[in-house]
Protein backbone atom coordinates (compact mmCIF):
# COMPACT_ATOMS: atom_id res chain seq x y z
CA UNK A 1 0.00 0.00 0.00
CA UNK A 2 1.25 3.38 -0.74
CA UNK A 3 1.34 6.10 1.28
CA UNK A 4 -0.90 8.37 0.09
CA UNK A 5 -3.76 5.22 0.29
CA UNK A 6 -2.69 4.51 3.68
CA UNK A 7 -3.46 8.00 4.66
CA UNK A 8 -6.93 7.52 2.65
CA UNK A 9 -7.77 4.39 4.89
CA UNK A 10 -7.01 6.62 8.34
CA UNK A 11 -8.89 9.11 7.31
CA UNK A 12 -12.02 6.85 5.79
CA UNK A 13 -11.83 5.03 9.69
CA UNK A 14 -12.45 8.47 10.95
CA UNK A 15 -15.31 9.26 9.48
CA UNK A 16 -14.13 11.18 6.40
CA UNK A 17 -16.75 10.10 2.99
CA UNK A 18 -14.24 12.24 0.91
CA UNK A 19 -11.66 9.60 1.53
CA UNK A 20 -13.63 6.74 0.95
CA UNK A 21 -14.69 8.56 -1.95
CA UNK A 22 -11.74 8.39 -3.22
CA UNK A 23 -11.14 5.13 -2.01
CA UNK A 24 -14.28 3.89 -4.75
CA UNK A 25 -12.55 5.73 -7.58
CA UNK A 26 -9.60 3.90 -6.81
CA UNK A 27 -10.73 0.52 -6.56
CA UNK A 28 -13.81 0.83 -8.81
CA UNK A 29 -12.85 -0.78 -12.04
CA UNK A 30 -11.38 -4.36 -9.93
CA UNK A 31 -14.09 -4.57 -8.00
CA UNK A 32 -16.45 -4.08 -11.03
CA UNK A 33 -14.50 -6.82 -12.91
CA UNK A 34 -14.76 -8.97 -10.29
CA UNK A 35 -18.66 -8.77 -10.04
CA UNK A 36 -19.02 -8.63 -13.79
CA UNK A 37 -16.79 -11.93 -14.26
CA UNK A 38 -19.00 -13.60 -11.58
CA UNK A 39 -22.32 -12.72 -12.32
CA UNK A 40 -21.55 -12.33 -16.14
CA UNK A 41 -24.25 -9.22 -16.12
CA UNK A 42 -23.39 -5.57 -16.54
CA UNK A 43 -26.52 -4.47 -14.65
CA UNK A 44 -26.34 -6.90 -11.96
CA UNK A 45 -22.39 -6.62 -11.91
CA UNK A 46 -22.88 -2.39 -11.25
CA UNK A 47 -25.31 -3.39 -8.50
CA UNK A 48 -23.64 -5.56 -6.76
CA UNK A 49 -20.12 -3.19 -6.98
CA UNK A 50 -22.49 -0.95 -5.41
CA UNK A 51 -23.32 -3.12 -3.02
CA UNK A 52 -20.10 -3.88 -2.15
CA UNK A 53 -18.70 -0.26 -1.58
CA UNK A 54 -21.26 0.14 1.02
CA UNK A 55 -20.83 -2.96 3.17
CA UNK A 56 -17.12 -1.51 3.02
CA UNK A 57 -18.38 1.67 3.88
CA UNK A 58 -20.34 0.16 7.27
CA UNK A 59 -17.20 -2.11 7.71
CA UNK A 60 -14.10 0.25 7.56
CA UNK A 61 -13.86 1.01 11.31
CA UNK A 62 -13.08 -2.83 11.26
CA UNK A 63 -11.07 -3.41 8.55
CA UNK A 64 -7.18 -4.40 9.98
CA UNK A 65 -4.72 -2.35 8.25
CA UNK A 66 -2.32 -5.08 8.56
CA UNK A 67 -4.12 -6.33 5.65
CA UNK A 68 -4.54 -5.50 2.18
CA UNK A 69 -6.93 -3.29 0.74
CA UNK A 70 -7.69 -5.24 -2.19
CA UNK A 71 -7.90 -8.41 -0.97
CA UNK A 72 -10.44 -7.31 2.02
CA UNK A 73 -12.27 -5.48 -0.71
CA UNK A 74 -12.25 -8.15 -3.40
CA UNK A 75 -13.68 -10.82 -0.50
CA UNK A 76 -16.80 -8.46 0.33
CA UNK A 77 -17.51 -8.79 -3.54
CA UNK A 78 -16.55 -12.38 -4.24
CA UNK A 79 -18.46 -13.45 -1.37
CA UNK A 80 -21.64 -11.15 -2.16
CA UNK A 81 -21.34 -12.31 -5.27
CA UNK A 82 -21.51 -15.96 -4.43
CA UNK A 83 -24.29 -15.36 -1.81
CA UNK A 84 -26.31 -13.84 -4.76
CA UNK A 85 -25.85 -16.47 -7.00
CA UNK A 86 -26.41 -19.22 -4.72
CA UNK A 87 -29.71 -17.47 -4.15
CA UNK A 88 -30.84 -17.38 -7.65
CA UNK A 89 -28.84 -20.93 -8.86
CA UNK A 90 -27.78 -19.36 -12.16
CA UNK A 91 -26.73 -22.09 -13.90
CA UNK A 92 -26.63 -20.19 -17.68
CA UNK A 93 -25.51 -16.60 -18.93
CA UNK A 94 -27.76 -14.40 -20.25
CA UNK A 95 -26.49 -14.11 -23.71
CA UNK A 96 -29.23 -11.56 -24.45
CA UNK A 97 -27.96 -9.14 -22.01
CA UNK A 98 -23.87 -9.14 -23.22
CA UNK A 99 -25.16 -8.18 -26.53
CA UNK A 100 -26.65 -5.04 -25.88
CA UNK A 101 -23.99 -4.08 -22.96
CA UNK A 102 -21.80 -1.06 -23.79
CA UNK A 103 -18.33 -1.45 -23.84
CA UNK A 104 -17.33 1.67 -21.25
CA UNK A 105 -14.80 4.48 -21.88
CA UNK A 106 -13.51 4.09 -24.37
CA UNK A 107 -14.73 3.08 -28.64
CA UNK A 108 -12.15 0.83 -30.21
CA UNK A 109 -12.69 0.10 -33.64
CA UNK A 110 -15.71 -2.17 -34.66
CA UNK A 111 -13.90 -4.66 -36.01
CA UNK A 112 -12.03 -4.96 -32.37
CA UNK A 113 -14.79 -4.31 -30.79
CA UNK A 114 -16.66 -7.08 -32.17
CA UNK A 115 -13.56 -9.16 -31.29
CA UNK A 116 -13.60 -8.14 -27.70
CA UNK A 117 -17.65 -9.02 -27.09
CA UNK A 118 -17.13 -12.25 -29.03
CA UNK A 119 -13.66 -13.18 -26.53
CA UNK A 120 -15.55 -11.87 -23.50
CA UNK A 121 -18.67 -13.83 -24.40
CA UNK A 122 -16.38 -17.34 -24.49
CA UNK A 123 -14.86 -16.22 -21.63
CA UNK A 124 -17.88 -15.60 -19.11
CA UNK A 125 -19.43 -19.23 -21.24
CA UNK A 126 -16.87 -20.96 -19.94
CA UNK A 127 -17.09 -19.28 -16.52
CA UNK A 128 -20.83 -19.75 -16.34
CA UNK A 129 -20.28 -23.66 -16.44
CA UNK A 130 -18.19 -23.20 -13.08
CA UNK A 131 -20.25 -23.30 -9.33
CA UNK A 132 -19.45 -19.83 -7.78
CA UNK A 133 -16.86 -20.30 -5.67
CA UNK A 134 -14.75 -22.22 -7.94
CA UNK A 135 -15.65 -19.56 -10.58
CA UNK A 136 -14.21 -16.74 -7.82
CA UNK A 137 -11.09 -18.56 -7.22
CA UNK A 138 -10.23 -18.52 -10.92
CA UNK A 139 -11.22 -14.91 -11.35
CA UNK A 140 -8.46 -14.48 -8.52
CA UNK A 141 -5.96 -16.18 -9.65
CA UNK A 142 -6.20 -15.21 -13.59
CA UNK A 143 -7.33 -11.47 -13.41
CA UNK A 144 -5.85 -10.63 -10.10
CA UNK A 145 -2.78 -12.67 -10.30
CA UNK A 146 -3.75 -13.69 -6.57
CA UNK A 147 -1.59 -16.67 -4.90
CA UNK A 148 -3.46 -19.61 -3.50
CA UNK A 149 -2.55 -18.08 0.12
CA UNK A 150 -4.31 -14.84 -1.47
CA UNK A 151 -6.88 -16.62 -2.83
CA UNK A 152 -7.54 -18.64 0.61
CA UNK A 153 -7.75 -15.14 2.57
CA UNK A 154 -9.90 -14.05 0.47
CA UNK A 155 -12.57 -16.61 -0.23
CA UNK A 156 -12.05 -17.85 3.69
CA UNK A 157 -10.69 -21.39 2.37
CA UNK A 158 -8.31 -23.69 3.42
CA UNK A 159 -5.12 -23.55 1.12
CA UNK A 160 -5.78 -27.35 0.18
CA UNK A 161 -9.12 -26.32 -0.73
CA UNK A 162 -8.83 -23.50 -2.75
CA UNK A 163 -5.88 -25.80 -4.73
CA UNK A 164 -8.27 -28.36 -5.33
CA UNK A 165 -10.94 -26.41 -6.51
CA UNK A 166 -8.58 -24.94 -9.15
CA UNK A 167 -7.65 -28.19 -10.23
CA UNK A 168 -11.02 -29.10 -10.75
CA UNK A 169 -12.37 -25.59 -12.44
CA UNK A 170 -8.99 -25.67 -14.58
CA UNK A 171 -9.96 -29.73 -15.70
CA UNK A 172 -13.63 -28.84 -16.19
CA UNK A 173 -12.62 -25.44 -18.46
CA UNK A 174 -10.55 -27.98 -20.03
CA UNK A 175 -12.97 -30.00 -21.01
CA UNK A 176 -15.68 -28.02 -22.32
CA UNK A 177 -13.41 -26.28 -24.69
CA UNK A 178 -12.20 -29.94 -25.86
CA UNK A 179 -16.14 -30.89 -26.36
CA UNK A 180 -17.00 -27.38 -28.10
CA UNK A 181 -13.99 -27.82 -30.52
CA UNK A 182 -15.25 -31.65 -31.52
CA UNK A 183 -18.82 -30.41 -31.94
CA UNK A 184 -17.73 -27.46 -33.98
CA UNK A 185 -15.52 -29.99 -36.45
CA UNK A 186 -18.55 -31.91 -36.45
CA UNK A 187 -21.22 -29.17 -37.51
CA UNK A 188 -19.00 -27.98 -40.16
CA UNK A 189 -18.72 -31.39 -41.73
CA UNK A 190 -22.40 -32.00 -41.33
CA UNK A 191 -22.75 -28.71 -43.44
CA UNK A 192 -19.78 -29.10 -46.22
CA UNK A 193 -21.53 -29.89 -49.50
CA UNK A 194 -21.02 -33.84 -50.97
CA UNK A 195 -19.84 -34.48 -54.08
CA UNK B 1 -10.15 -42.15 -15.58
CA UNK B 2 -7.85 -39.72 -13.62
CA UNK B 3 -4.36 -39.58 -14.45
CA UNK B 4 -2.54 -38.32 -11.85
CA UNK B 5 0.42 -36.77 -11.51
CA UNK B 6 0.05 -36.09 -15.15
CA UNK B 7 -3.25 -34.56 -15.31
CA UNK B 8 -1.76 -31.94 -12.58
CA UNK B 9 1.11 -31.29 -14.44
CA UNK B 10 -0.94 -30.16 -17.16
CA UNK B 11 -3.13 -27.77 -16.23
CA UNK B 12 -0.89 -26.39 -12.84
CA UNK B 13 1.00 -23.17 -12.98
CA UNK B 14 4.22 -23.83 -12.21
CA UNK B 15 6.89 -24.68 -14.24
CA UNK B 16 7.82 -28.70 -15.10
CA UNK B 17 11.05 -29.96 -13.94
CA UNK B 18 13.07 -31.43 -17.22
CA UNK B 19 12.62 -35.01 -15.88
CA UNK B 20 8.60 -34.20 -15.18
CA UNK B 21 8.51 -32.84 -18.85
CA UNK B 22 9.95 -35.53 -20.46
CA UNK B 23 7.71 -38.22 -17.98
CA UNK B 24 4.87 -36.15 -19.79
CA UNK B 25 5.56 -36.07 -23.25
CA UNK B 26 5.95 -39.99 -23.11
CA UNK B 27 2.78 -40.71 -21.38
CA UNK B 28 1.15 -38.09 -23.58
CA UNK B 29 1.98 -40.24 -26.48
CA UNK B 30 0.00 -43.04 -24.91
CA UNK B 31 -2.68 -41.82 -23.24
CA UNK B 32 -5.81 -40.19 -25.58
CA UNK B 33 -7.22 -38.67 -22.25
CA UNK B 34 -4.55 -36.34 -21.53
CA UNK B 35 -3.89 -34.96 -24.74
CA UNK B 36 -7.67 -34.18 -24.84
CA UNK B 37 -7.06 -32.08 -21.29
CA UNK B 38 -3.95 -30.36 -22.69
CA UNK B 39 -5.48 -29.83 -26.18
CA UNK B 40 -8.27 -28.22 -24.34
CA UNK B 41 -6.30 -26.26 -21.56
CA UNK B 42 -3.72 -24.73 -23.35
CA UNK B 43 -6.16 -22.09 -25.14
CA UNK B 44 -8.20 -22.05 -22.49
CA UNK B 45 -5.09 -20.57 -20.19
CA UNK B 46 -4.50 -18.19 -22.71
CA UNK B 47 -7.75 -16.58 -23.19
CA UNK B 48 -7.70 -16.80 -18.99
CA UNK B 49 -4.32 -14.92 -19.20
CA UNK B 50 -5.42 -12.21 -22.00
CA UNK B 51 -8.54 -11.29 -20.83
CA UNK B 52 -8.70 -7.62 -19.82
CA UNK B 53 -10.05 -6.05 -17.00
CA UNK B 54 -13.60 -4.85 -17.76
CA UNK B 55 -13.94 -1.04 -16.33
CA UNK B 56 -16.59 0.22 -14.30
CA UNK B 57 -19.27 1.82 -15.96
CA UNK B 58 -18.54 5.73 -16.15
CA UNK B 59 -19.90 8.10 -13.33
CA UNK B 60 -20.09 4.69 -11.06
CA UNK B 61 -18.17 6.60 -8.46
CA UNK B 62 -20.41 9.34 -9.04
CA UNK B 63 -23.54 7.41 -8.69
CA UNK B 64 -22.18 5.74 -5.45
CA UNK B 65 -21.43 8.82 -3.39
CA UNK B 66 -25.22 9.89 -4.89
CA UNK B 67 -26.81 6.87 -3.20
CA UNK B 68 -24.56 7.17 0.03
CA UNK B 69 -26.19 9.90 2.11
CA UNK B 70 -29.97 7.90 0.90
CA UNK B 71 -28.70 4.53 2.05
CA UNK B 72 -26.86 6.20 5.70
CA UNK B 73 -30.53 7.41 6.22
CA UNK B 74 -32.30 4.24 5.44
CA UNK B 75 -29.65 2.16 7.70
CA UNK B 76 -30.47 4.68 10.68
CA UNK B 77 -34.25 4.17 9.85
CA UNK B 78 -33.53 0.55 10.15
CA UNK B 79 -31.41 0.56 13.63
CA UNK B 80 -34.02 3.05 14.79
CA UNK B 81 -36.87 0.63 13.62
CA UNK B 82 -34.75 -1.96 15.39
CA UNK B 83 -34.31 -0.68 18.89
CA UNK B 84 -37.84 -0.01 18.91
CA UNK B 85 -38.75 -3.59 17.83
CA UNK B 86 -36.25 -5.13 20.67
CA UNK B 87 -37.42 -2.47 22.90
CA UNK B 88 -41.01 -2.67 22.65
CA UNK B 89 -40.56 -6.89 22.26
CA UNK B 90 -38.83 -6.50 26.00
CA UNK B 91 -41.73 -5.39 27.13
CA UNK B 92 -44.17 -7.16 25.63
CA UNK B 93 -42.21 -10.39 27.01
CA UNK B 94 -41.55 -9.07 30.86
CA UNK B 95 -45.27 -8.35 30.90
CA UNK B 96 -46.30 -11.43 29.72
CA UNK B 97 -43.63 -13.33 32.16
CA UNK B 98 -45.23 -10.95 35.13
CA UNK B 99 -48.65 -11.85 34.10
CA UNK B 100 -48.27 -15.31 33.90
CA UNK B 101 -46.60 -15.58 37.27
CA UNK B 102 -49.42 -13.61 39.16
CA UNK B 103 -51.76 -15.62 37.70
CA UNK B 104 -49.65 -19.12 38.89
CA UNK B 105 -48.50 -17.61 42.03
CA UNK B 106 -52.03 -15.74 42.76
CA UNK B 107 -55.37 -17.19 42.38
CA UNK B 108 -58.15 -15.04 40.81
CA UNK B 109 -60.21 -14.64 43.82
CA UNK B 110 -57.05 -13.38 45.97
CA UNK B 111 -55.86 -11.50 42.76
CA UNK B 112 -59.41 -9.38 43.01
CA UNK B 113 -59.61 -8.68 46.86
CA UNK B 114 -55.79 -7.34 46.62
CA UNK B 115 -57.40 -4.80 44.58
CA UNK B 116 -60.22 -3.86 45.96
CA UNK B 117 -58.34 -3.50 49.35
CA UNK B 118 -55.68 -1.44 47.51
CA UNK B 119 -58.22 0.91 45.85
CA UNK B 120 -59.83 0.87 49.70
CA UNK B 121 -57.11 1.89 51.55
CA UNK B 122 -55.81 4.39 48.66
CA UNK B 123 -57.39 7.66 50.03
CA UNK B 124 -55.55 7.31 54.01
CA UNK B 125 -52.53 5.92 52.45
CA UNK B 126 -52.70 9.34 50.54
CA UNK B 127 -53.07 11.08 53.77
CA UNK B 128 -50.19 9.50 55.61
CA UNK B 129 -47.85 10.33 53.02
CA UNK B 130 -48.91 13.76 53.27
CA UNK B 131 -48.39 13.60 56.68
CA UNK B 132 -44.83 12.36 56.58
CA UNK B 133 -44.16 14.65 53.92
CA UNK B 134 -44.91 17.47 56.50
CA UNK B 135 -43.57 16.44 59.26
CA UNK B 136 -39.99 15.58 57.27
CA UNK B 137 -40.48 19.19 55.94
CA UNK B 138 -40.98 21.24 58.56
CA UNK B 139 -37.74 18.88 60.55
CA UNK B 140 -35.32 19.53 57.38
CA UNK B 141 -33.13 23.07 57.51
CA UNK B 142 -34.58 25.40 54.43
CA UNK B 143 -30.96 25.82 53.44
CA UNK B 144 -30.70 21.30 53.20
CA UNK B 145 -33.73 21.44 51.19
CA UNK B 146 -32.67 24.35 48.74
CA UNK B 147 -29.18 21.97 47.94
CA UNK B 148 -31.39 19.33 47.35
CA UNK B 149 -33.38 21.09 45.36
CA UNK B 150 -30.66 22.65 43.36
CA UNK B 151 -28.47 19.01 42.98
CA UNK B 152 -31.88 17.21 41.66
CA UNK B 153 -32.10 19.83 39.16
CA UNK B 154 -27.99 19.68 38.10
CA UNK B 155 -28.40 16.04 37.50
CA UNK B 156 -31.36 15.90 36.02
CA UNK B 157 -30.02 18.38 33.61
CA UNK B 158 -26.47 16.77 33.38
CA UNK B 159 -28.80 13.42 32.30
CA UNK B 160 -31.29 14.77 29.82
CA UNK B 161 -28.20 16.61 28.20
CA UNK B 162 -26.19 13.35 27.90
CA UNK B 163 -29.10 11.37 26.51
CA UNK B 164 -30.16 14.02 23.52
CA UNK B 165 -26.20 14.48 22.86
CA UNK B 166 -26.19 10.53 22.65
CA UNK B 167 -29.51 10.49 20.22
CA UNK B 168 -28.02 12.95 18.20
CA UNK B 169 -24.71 11.06 17.71
CA UNK B 170 -26.97 7.87 17.20
CA UNK B 171 -29.05 9.48 14.63
CA UNK B 172 -26.08 11.50 12.39
CA UNK B 173 -23.44 7.77 12.55
CA UNK B 174 -25.75 5.12 13.61
CA UNK B 175 -25.01 2.58 16.02
CA UNK B 176 -21.77 1.07 14.89
CA UNK B 177 -19.97 4.26 14.09
Given at each position: MTTSEVDLLVAAQNGSDDAFSSLVMQYQNPVYNLCYRMLGNAQEAEDAAQETFWRAYQAIRR????RPFATWLLSIAAHYCIDQQRKKRITTMEIEDWMEEVIPDHAPQ????????EERMSIQSMLSTL???DRAAVILRYWYEYSEEEISQALQL???AVKSRLHRARLKLAQRYHN???ALAERIQDESPAF | MSHPPFETWIIQDETLTTTQAAELDQHLLSCSQCRQVKAGWQPVERQLREADIVAAPVNFAARFQASLE???AQERRRQVRNALWFLGG???LVSLFLMIRTVVVITPARL???IIHFIALAPQRWLEFRYILYYWGSQIPPVILVVSALTILGWTMILVTTWLLTYLRISNQGVGK
Open positions: YDRNPEKRMGDRNPQSISQQV | NRKSMIIGE
